[in-house]
């Protein structure tokens, strides 16, 4: 792990700002990955398409806790499209498919994690909070029409 990955990931697992219960959710998502024990709830609370407040709660490891609050960082405020599309591009980068370049840009921080990609048990970390926020946001979907 380089210098700045371990700096970024300290900075997000020690940072508590999106660990926290918001007040009424319109989504609740739990995500469970056994091999390493972690256990994190995504809640959502949507006005319309936009995505107005994010948080999580549980435990889990600082990878696992610095990925979901940094994907949180990413998706507040954004339309559930837009979300959408930095969630396929999180898991497009994890699984070595070809992505543009401007793409990989809008991860910011998320982008550390590709670092990851070749780690199997840690994909699992990298990418639990991304798994629940695709679930919502496949929910969210249904429940438009
Ligand atoms: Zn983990």
Same mark, same amino acid.
């Given at each position: 792990?380089?210098?700045m990955?371990?700096?970024?990931?300290?900075?997000?697992s020690?940072n508590?700002?999106?660990f926290r219960?918001? $007040?009424?959710? !319109?989504?609740?998502e739990?995500?469970?990955?056994?091999?390493? =024990?972690d256990?994190? !709830? /995504?809640l959502?609370?949507l006005?319309g398409?936009?995505?107005?407040?994010? %948080?999580f709660?549980?435990?889990?490891?600082?990878?696992?806790?610095?990925?979901? %609050?940094?994907?949180?960082?990413l998706v507040? =405020?954004?339309?559930l499209k837009?979300a959408?599309?930095v969630?396929?591009t999180f898991?497009?980068?994890?699984?070595?498919?070809?992505?543009?370049? $401007?793409? /990989?840009?809008?991860l910011?921080?998320?982008?550390?994690?590709?670092?990851?990609?070749?780690?199997?048990?840690?994909?699992?970390?990298? !990418? /639990?909070?991304?798994?629940?926020l695709k679930?919502?946001?496949?929910? %969210?979907?249904?429940?438009?029409?």
């Amino acid at each position: 792990m380089n210098n700045m990955y371990s700096q970024i990931m300290l900075e997000h697992s020690k940072n508590k700002k999106n660990f926290r219960e918001i $007040e009424n959710p !319109t989504y609740i998502e739990r995500g469970h990955n056994p091999s390493c =024990g972690d256990d994190l !709830t /995504l809640l959502l609370k949507l006005d319309g398409q936009i995505i107005v407040d994010a %948080s999580f709660i549980g435990f889990g490891c600082a990878i696992s806790k610095a990925s979901m %609050s940094i994907m949180i960082d990413l998706v507040k =405020g954004k339309e559930l499209k837009n979300a959408l599309d930095v969630v396929d591009t999180f898991f497009k980068m994890m699984h070595e498919e070809e992505v543009e370049e $401007e793409k /990989l840009y809008s991860l910011g921080d998320a982008y550390l994690f590709e670092s990851l990609k070749n780690v199997p048990a840690r994909i699992k970390c990298a !990418t /639990l909070g991304w798994h629940c926020l695709k679930v919502v946001l496949d929910k %969210s979907k249904n429940a438009e029409v």
